[in-house]
């Protein structure tokens, strides 16, 4: 399912996208593609996104680190990562995370064509600037598969609308400056940064991630007006606890009531 029909249906029953990450091969390939399943069988996620570890994964904080270890260790390898998408009954859009070294080391037009095939719905190469994106994203345009940008508080207002000129499926608009990890608090000022990405988006959605992890905190940024809430860590950290599937769905069902701030509103009033 491409991501644009996603966030349309969402749009009109009012409700945000909940976008969950995992680490693909956390612990074990096998039973990773069974937790996706599992994830997009609950009916409680809207888009998942897949990592596809990679050894030094620099934009993410020791849970993510843990469960790249954890993943390396139990010999996923890219390839195995396209056999996992391939597999799995995508009743939701998926996008990969990764580093540009893995779309290098595999080809990078060899990457996406395997996207495009396994049916990977959008792409985010975590380390790679804008500036060097353009030969992925001319190929990912070719492919039908949505580069997927990603904008920060210190984006400039200049280099924003740059960005989103050539946006595709949905922005990312990390929340705070750091790496990856549950916050006690989402910065105040996300607020205007996000009112800046959505002016500049031209009408495609805005995801905020980075620290997210309470029906809360997904609630206000939705409410904030963002399309999409990303939250990676703290399901992971519970894949990494070996936590039970029936508690991390429990989890994620509170998450995903965070995405309706009507329907919050109505039921709080009550
Ligand atoms: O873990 P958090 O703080 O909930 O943030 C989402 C994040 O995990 C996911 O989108 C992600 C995992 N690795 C990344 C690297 C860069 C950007 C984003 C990511």
Redesign the pocket.
């Given at each position: 399912m491409r991501l644009k029909e996603k966030f349309e249906t969402l749009k009109s029953r009012h409700e945000g996208a909940l976008i969950s990450?995992i680490t693909l091969g956390d612990p074990s390939p096998e039973e990773s593609l069974m937790i996706a399943q599992s994830l997009i069988d609950s009916g409680n996620v809207d888009v998942l996104?897949l990592?596809v570890p990679f050894s030094d994964?620099i934009?993410?904080g020791p849970v993510?680190q843990a469960a790249v270890d954890r993943a390396l260790k139990a010999g996923m390898n890219t390839d195995k990562a396209f056999e996992i998408v391939e597999r799995l009954d995508k009743k939701v859009p998926i996008v990969y995370?990764t580093y540009y070294n893995i779309v290098l080391q595999y080809g990078v037009g060899r990457f996406i064509k395997e996207c495009a095939r396994t049916g990977v719905a959008g792409l985010?190469i975590?380390d790679l600037p804008y500036e060097e994106s353009g030969d992925v994203r001319a190929l990912c345009k070719s492919e039908v598969v949505d580069y997927i940008n990603?904008v920060t508080p210190n984006t400039s207002p200049e280099r924003m609308s740059m960005i989103l000129d050539n946006a595709s499926g949905f922005v990312y608009l990390v929340s705070t400056m750091g790496v990856?990890?549950?916050r006690e608090s989402i910065s105040k000022s996300i607020k205007q940064t996000l009112d800046l990405t959505i002016k500049c988006s031209n009408g495609i959605p805005v995801a905020v991630?980075?620290?997210?992890?309470r029906p809360e905190q997904v609630q206000s940024i939705i409410g904030m007006g963002a399309d999409g809430a990303?939250?990676?860590?703290?399901i992971v950290d519970r894949i990494g606890k070996g936590s039970t599937m029936g508690d991390i769905i429990d989890f994620l069902k509170g998450l995903k009531s965070g995405t309706s701030p009507l329907k919050a509103m109505t039921v709080s009033k009550k």
């Amino acid at each position: 399912m491409r991501l644009k029909e996603k966030f349309e249906t969402l749009k009109s029953r009012h409700e945000g996208a909940l976008i969950s990450y995992i680490t693909l091969g956390d612990p074990s390939p096998e039973e990773s593609l069974m937790i996706a399943q599992s994830l997009i069988d609950s009916g409680n996620v809207d888009v998942l996104e897949l990592g596809v570890p990679f050894s030094d994964p620099i934009a993410d904080g020791p849970v993510i680190q843990a469960a790249v270890d954890r993943a390396l260790k139990a010999g996923m390898n890219t390839d195995k990562a396209f056999e996992i998408v391939e597999r799995l009954d995508k009743k939701v859009p998926i996008v990969y995370l990764t580093y540009y070294n893995i779309v290098l080391q595999y080809g990078v037009g060899r990457f996406i064509k395997e996207c495009a095939r396994t049916g990977v719905a959008g792409l985010i190469i975590a380390d790679l600037p804008y500036e060097e994106s353009g030969d992925v994203r001319a190929l990912c345009k070719s492919e039908v598969v949505d580069y997927i940008n990603i904008v920060t508080p210190n984006t400039s207002p200049e280099r924003m609308s740059m960005i989103l000129d050539n946006a595709s499926g949905f922005v990312y608009l990390v929340s705070t400056m750091g790496v990856t990890g549950a916050r006690e608090s989402i910065s105040k000022s996300i607020k205007q940064t996000l009112d800046l990405t959505i002016k500049c988006s031209n009408g495609i959605p805005v995801a905020v991630g980075f620290g997210i992890s309470r029906p809360e905190q997904v609630q206000s940024i939705i409410g904030m007006g963002a399309d999409g809430a990303i939250v990676g860590s703290a399901i992971v950290d519970r894949i990494g606890k070996g936590s039970t599937m029936g508690d991390i769905i429990d989890f994620l069902k509170g998450l995903k009531s965070g995405t309706s701030p009507l329907k919050a509103m109505t039921v709080s009033k009550k």
